[in-house]
DNA sequence: GTATAATGTGTATGTAAGACACAAAGGTTC
DNA sequence: GAACCTTTGTGTCTTACATACACATTATAC
């Protein structure tokens, strides 16, 4: 292999990660605002270089650690971005990631090394000048996370250990934009087999309080508090 | 962005074509002969370096032109293999495609500069000790084309412009590996509204001649003939 | 104890999937 | 041309799943 030859020299790969989340019935998605050229001052999705000695997954978490504070994320890959033009640096591909967190409990670095602010932003409330291309990376992702949600783990780091149906169904319908009628959700998700009733009752006050349900099997997706 | 900073300099991409066909009831898969270092008279699937100013999908079709002589196929990405190991050479991440053609009118090259050979291979007659992580590459498009093949428009280009439903049936069972009834077949198919009933009949002879049916709309993936 | 606000439950209907057997078309053979 | 061979083409019944829909229950607040 001709390592030098000018037509592929001096590639770079990126990670990209859209990192969802639900709050108030909103769906959110994490976005970073740069301090450094190019794109000084505009919101990004968090990313960043994939070192030699990592894969991209493994890059893609420490990025996320750096830059976010937000650690043991469950990510899935969805899709690699490789437009030439994409950055006006140098020739950068990103493969792209997507995630899903609870946030309650999460509190987000506001500023580092490279970033002087980080925020959870509405969908309908994300800037349409985002760095680099990360408006049609994040379009797609909203895209792929939809088709993914009914059928991949992907949700379980969403809702907190233990959690009521009626929580979970908001979940659902705040991601598909849409309603579920409350038995046919009810029925459909019990008979997946991808959750069990504690036994367990929720502590609210003002009217009957839901069960308490929990995945059935690995805790590993829990998310680490910072 | 630190452009020569040792940890991200001297990064590759490559793109990989997973190149699938199904002839005499057996699913097969293109691979070429290395005639270069590393791996010299490996096996390997068709696969290249992305040049500056192309994206990764230009890149495929003009590697499988160069390496294979088939143009106009219609593929899709599926995944990004970014073991940091998987070349010894240099660090390079590989965009693994998807594609699937009716090789039945295309004559592949033999030999080209970095290659000596290439060939369809039955799936179970592949070699183990592919180069590099093809392997590993090949057995993740296999699963992932086998779920797209439901789907997704990736088996028009199976099939020849005017085709019978049980030529049809035959290529999915080949493909998926069970039998399918040919009337649930049939009434499921259609219902799709994916084809339609051109009112030709097969040229045959021995028994009952079928219909032609072709799919809707557009022959934009037709492949060319070399 | 009465009102309020949310949770929890069953049935009936429509739609898609899966199992299953025989007639029809054309060619070949005698 | 009659009988036969090979493959295509077709309908119904059953089962599972998706959808539509209304009322009783549990707790707190007043």
Redesign the interface.
């Known amino acids: 292999?001709d390592?030098g030859?000018?037509?592929?020299?001096?590639?770079?790969?990126h990670v990209v990660c859209t990192l969802f989340t639900v709050r108030d019935g909103e769906v959110k998605v994490l976005l970073v605002q740069r301090s450094?050229k190019p794109y000084t001052d505009k919101w990004m999705l968090p990313s960043g270089?994939?070192?030699?000695?990592?894969?991209?997954?493994t890059a893609m978490k420490r990025e996320m650690i750096e830059k976010t504070g937000i650690s043991g994320i469950y990510v899935e890959?969805f899709?690699?971005f490789?437009?030439?033009k994409r950055s006006p640096?140098?020739?950068m591909?990103a493969?792209g990631y997507i995630g899903i967190v609870n946030s309650e409990n999460i509190k987000i670095k506001k500023k580092t090394e490279k970033t002087q602010n980080s925020e959870w932003f509405n969908l309908a409330d994300v800037p349409c000048d985002l760095a680099y291309d990360h408006r049609e990376i994040l379009l797609e992702a909203i895209e792929i996370m939809k088709k993914r949600i009914m059928k991949t783990p992907i949700v379980r780091s969403l809702l907190p250990k233990y959690f009521t149906l009626p929580e979970l169904q908001n979940v659902y319908e705040a991601i598909l934009n849409k309603k579920f009628d409350r038995r046919n959700f009810r029925k459909k998700f019990l008979q997946l087999n991808l959750i069990e009733n504690t036994g367990l009752m929720q502590d609210i006050k003002g009217h009957r309080p839901a069960n308490l349900y929990k995945f059935i099997g690995t805790d590993e997706y829990d998310v680490d508090i910072f």
Do not use: F, W
């Not at 030859?5 to 790969?13: A, D, E, H, T």
């Open positions: 292999m390592i030859n000018p037509r592929y020299k001096n590639q770079g790969i450094n270089a994939v070192y030699n000695d990592e894969d991209c997954e890959q899709h690699t490789s437009n030439p640096l140098m020739r591909i493969v």
